[in-house]
């Protein structure tokens, strides 16, 4: 039985999409020339063709509750064929950008951390929480204990407690809003009806396709028009995994060694040091992954997607970790103390960003999207 | 013509590929011509003028020129008072024959053998307009005074002739005058654009040459081109009268068509009369012209035939026209309660039920379903606007609208059916089955407009209440829009002098209207002048011959009068035609159709075609060379087999060509006459009949197939094959298919074996 529903367009939600770089969404005469050409839409109700009514017609709900706006990888076949200019691969951009806004908890962040007006408020908060930790570090009686001659230590700077404890209350706060407006999704995503003769697959197994999918980028393999973007996000997804298990792991050494002070697991590892090797590694592929997408950004726009803010804070602030971390590296082995501990602050306070607004920019894709990709298989949507 | 010239052209290739000596035998030996002559390329000036200097040296009446096809050099080949025929060697000879081999060099003698019978037989008389009595009077009668009539009375105006413009209504305008807005006719086509009419009427009201008659119809029109009488009055009871309008005795047939199985009885047009003359009441308006414009347009197609779309039920479900109505005075406010309309659910393309689309619905109404989203917005920045539609069309560079109108967010557009509208909740309900949304949906709106198609008026009305033996309303086809070959000849219809213009063509934007008042009125500019010269119109514009009735031997069969395609021919009491000579487009139907053989013309009649059927040589059955004749229509079917030669195409040189000024002018006689003379083949090619016909003269082809049918059943009974004759319709496009079609037919006739009467 088809059933009959109400349609009211929401005319703020398409102002959003509109805002958010899905400017050309009305432009679609629906003549599924996307679709047709898309290589990871499946066969039953394919996307983005529908995507781009329902943006049309600003039907948030039945975009939200949407798995397939996160099949995509945004590969632009869909944009580079459309013969009336209408960038499927741009408005679904603009949709999820508008679901994690949606999903943002708090919203007030949601939205500054997507609006340029807002930057300087959205920096402050990160210096601050540096400043604080090393006011912190010296009230200890050790901060400040620096000495601009000898052997650099940044543990003297900045007490690694007082990181790893603001790591931690990050973490949480991390865990309760990403996690809360994951959940929410989840709840949405599961409102949809399985598609008839869905062959889905168990919930662990789906997980684990989701995860060798991740580790092996085929999706993303498949795409055409930008095809350097597969190797760009490759490089960056390693180098980031990479940099997360050295960082883990350093941190675990720390708290073992507070635990049981034998073991001296403590910071700074020499550079042939297995860990010290993963690091440096994943900092290189980052920032090749890096270079890659802003070459591909800057030369190839036309087959790339339009870029907007939301895109380029996100490239940016990950490049400048990255430089600001290898450099910190640089500088300390070269012992410019003053300079080592002056470029390890904006380390921090750039590292403090990436992670504090992890749920609201482009970073939060990462998760939505390994959800919907889950979910996707659970459905048998997408295998 | 008593003394001819024959010249035989050896350029083109013709003097290789011929036996250019026994051609001119053919003409000097056979015929006894007292003179001939070849050379290369008589188009050149200099042989141009040396058959000048032939024609008064000489004395010569007739010219037989053998060469190109008669197509070309048609205004070279003209000579004042000089009857010329044209023998085709190129085209239909040389280029589409072997050259130098004995059945090529049969067929151009054939050929010129019947060029030459026919110069002979041929009369020479420019009858008319000697023999018409009366002036030609040049006025333009303008019918309608809407944005096409303005324009057509205009530019009749700017050109220097007078002009009669009656409109039914009080004011000039029209519907042009009622638009709030204009979708956009100017670059970048993407603005709306106002109204700019006031002006247009303005220059028309203050132009010497142009009479207004405004709050008046036309209660007569009689005559023929050029002397037509327009009896005019102003708007009474009189209007409604059943015999003066087809509208009454439509209906009627249509009542009574109900129930009964035959659908034909109900097609048939109803009949009608103009009233007749003692009828014409004293105060009517009596104003000469020489040609006509009908531009009456369109009314909406009637919104009570949807109503489970609320058409006529609910008071918020409104047409486009009630909603420019509303626009133009003001705000966009609801019927029901006078409340601002927040969104609007425009419908297109619609359809009384599954089966019946309205056939009206056009690319206009769906330019105006964007023109009034668009309004709609502009007067109420937070409405939205929803249009549905089955199919959106926005021809050219209309679609330069479409897409800025695309661009605003809060206009939806979704393809789908939508099968029903209710009232819920103080507001309205649209339901739409299989929308683009991938689901059936519901939308709440404020109110609904239906955009109706356009329906021309004289789908049932006759407007002019023509004074013609065979209806007093200008036919129309099926949909009511009056034609003549509609994709040939814009404007025309089937009454001569008589063009249309604007939506009684088809469905049109007032810019569209305002280029057909220009074309229409040119035509009709056209018919005035070409008949004051005693010229047709076209298709065969410029003819000077003219049909004669030898009437001493008319038994009153009225044939003629009935399928002359152009209602040329009245009847008199006693039904005797009364020819219309302005009213002739020169087809020779009538002389197709007359059993008694009375009608014929000076170049073209029974006695001329068959004293070309006769000069054919026609070889004896022992020879194996058997005889087909081609009666080819001169109009497509003609230029596609000389088209034919352009390509090269190589067909059956047993053809012997004889072309028709229509298929409808074939006389069964002459297949009579070709079997008595030993043919052993006929064909028959014409245009497209049926309803995408495209016989120049409408009926012509078809005429000519219901009367080989007839033939076809005497062969039979004669126990002679009617597969001897057949009758083939091509369009100008298929001349890669007519070599085929020959060859075919000849190795049919091959198999069939000689024509028994053949000596």
Known sequence: MKQENYIEPDSKFIKNIINRGGGTLKKCFQCATCSVMCKLSPDYKPFPRKEMIWSQWGLKDRLIQDPDVWLCHQCNDCSVNCPRGAAPGDVLDAVRRSIIEYFSLPKFLGKMVGEPKFLPVILTIPVLLVLLLISLSSQNGHGFNIDLNGEILFRNFILYNCIDIAAVILTLFIVICYGTGLFRFWKELNKNPLPPGATGVGIVSGVIKTVVELLTHNKFKECEANSLRYWAHLFIWYGFLLLFVATTIVFLGIQLTHLKHDLNLMPPWGIISPIKIFGNLGAIALLVGLILVIYNRLTNEENAGKATYFDWSFIILLLVVTITGILTEIIRMASLALLAYIMYTLHLVFVFALLLYMPYSKFAHFLYRFLALVHAKVSGRSI | ?759
């Open chain 2, 1 to 759: 013509m008593e003394k001819i010239g024959v010249y035989i052209d050896t350029g083109y290739g013709i003097g290789e590929a011929l036996d250019i000596d026994a051609l001119k035998d053919v003409a000097v030996k056979e015929y006894k011509v007292p003179l001939c002559k070849t050379r290369d390329y008589w188009c050149d000036e200099d042989a141009v003028g040396e058959i000048k200097s032939d024609i008064e040296k000489e004395g010569l009446d007739g010219l037989v020129i053998a060469g190109t096809s008669p197509r070309v050099h048609r205004d070279i080949f003209s000579f004042e008072g000089i009857y010329v025929e044209r023998v085709n060697l190129r085209e239909q000879v040389i280029w589409c024959h072997p050259a130098g081999d004995e059945d090529t060099q049969m067929l151009a003698e054939d050929n010129l053998r019947m060029g030459i019978a026919r110069a002979k037989k041929s009369s020479f008389k420019p009858l008319f307009p000697e023999t018409l009595d009366e002036d030609i009077d040049k006025t333009i009668l303008v019918v309608g005074g809407g944005i096409t009539g303005i324009t057509a009375a205009q530019g009749a105006a700017d050109a220097g002739y007078k002009v009669v413009l009656v409109e039914k209504e009080k004011e000039l305008g029209g519907w042009a005058a009622k638009m709030y807005k204009y979708y956009p006719v100017t670059s970048p086509y993407t603005e709306l654009e106002g109204p700019d009419i006031e002006s247009k009427i303005e220059a028309v009201k203050n132009n010497d040459r142009i009479k207004i008659y405004t709050g008046s119809r036309i209660f007569k029109l009689q005559g023929a081109p050029g002397l037509f009488d327009a009896y005019i009055m102003p708007d009474g009871d009189w209007e409604n009268k059943p015999s003066y309008l087809v509208y009454e005795a439509k209906k009627a047939a249509l009542a009574s068509a109900e129930g009964k199985e035959d659908k034909k009885e109900e097609e048939k047009p109803p009949e009608t009369e103009a009233p007749k003359e003692e009828e014409i009441p004293a105060d009517a308006f009596k104003e000469r012209v020489g040609a006509a414009v009908l531009a009456t347009g369109w009314r909406p197609d009637d919104p009570n035939k949807l109503e489970f779309l609320g058409g006529g039920k609910f008071k918020d479900v409104i047409t486009n026209i009630q909603m420019e109505e509303m626009a133009k005075n003001g705000a966009i406010k609801r019927p029901s309660d006078g409340k601002e309309v927040n969104s609007v659910v425009f419908l297109q393309s619609l359809r009384e039920n599954e089966e019946n689309p309205l056939i009206y619905c056009s690319s206009v109404c769906d330019m105006v379903t964007l023109k009034q989203a668009r309004y709609l917005r502009e007067k109420n920045p937070d409405a939205k606007a929803y249009i549905l539609y089955k199919n959106l069309r926005a021809p050219g560079q209309f679609e330069l609208f479409y897409k800025k109108t695309q661009e605003d967010e809060n206009i939806f557009f979704s393809k789908g059916n939508v099968y029903g509208v209710e009232e819920e909740g103080g507001g309205l309900v649209v339901k739409v089955k299989d929308s683009l949304l991938g689901e059936d949906i519901k939308i709440k709106t404020d109110m609904v407009v239906l955009g109706m198609g356009m329906v021309p008026v004289t789908l049932d009305s006759s407007v002019l209440n023509l004074d013609y033996r065979q209806n007093a309303a200008v036919p129309t086809n099926k949909f009511g829009y009056p034609d003549s070959h509609f994709v040939c000849f814009p404007y025309e219809t089937q009454r001569t002098g008589i063009y249309s213009a604007g939506c009684i063509r088809q469905a049109m934007d007032h810019a569209s209207c305002i280029e057909d008042g220009l074309g229409a009125t040119l035509k009709a500019i056209q018919c005035v002048e070409l008949t004051s010269q005693g010229k047709a119109v076209s298709p065969r514009a410029g003819d000077t011959t003219y049909p004669e009735f030898f009437m001493q031997r008319c038994t009153q069969c009225k044939r003629c009068t009935e399928e002359c395609p152009f209602g040329a021919i009245n009847e008199d009491e006693k039904a005797n035609p009364l020819p219309n000579q302005t009213r002739c487009r020169r087809c020779g139907i009538c002389l197709g159709a007359c059993p008694e053989r009375i009608i014929s013309f000076g170049d073209y009649s029974i006695e001329v075609i068959g004293s070309m059927i006769k000069a054919i040589n026609v070889p004896d059955e022992f020879e194996e060379k058997p005889r087909i004749l081609l009666f080819i229509c001169e109009n497509d079917a003609y230029p596609a087999l000389d088209m034919t030669g352009f390509h090269r195409m190589q067909y059956n040189a047993w053809i012997r060509v004889i072309p028709m000024r229509c298929l409808g002018s074939m006389h069964l006689v002459w297949i009579a006459d070709a079997l008595a003379n030993g043919f052993d083949g006929m064909f028959l090619m014409g245009c497209e009949k049926g309803d995408d016909y495209q016989c120049h003269f409408v009926k012509g082809s078809e005429l000519a197939g219901i009367r080989m049918e007839k033939i076809k059943e005497t062969l039979d009974r004669l126990m002679l094959e009617s597969e001897r004759i057949r009758v083939e319709t091509v369009s100008i496009a298929d001349y890669n298919k007519i070599p085929e079609m020959l060859d075919e037919f000849a190795e049919k006739i091959e198999e069939l074996g000689p024509n028994p009467y053949k000596v």
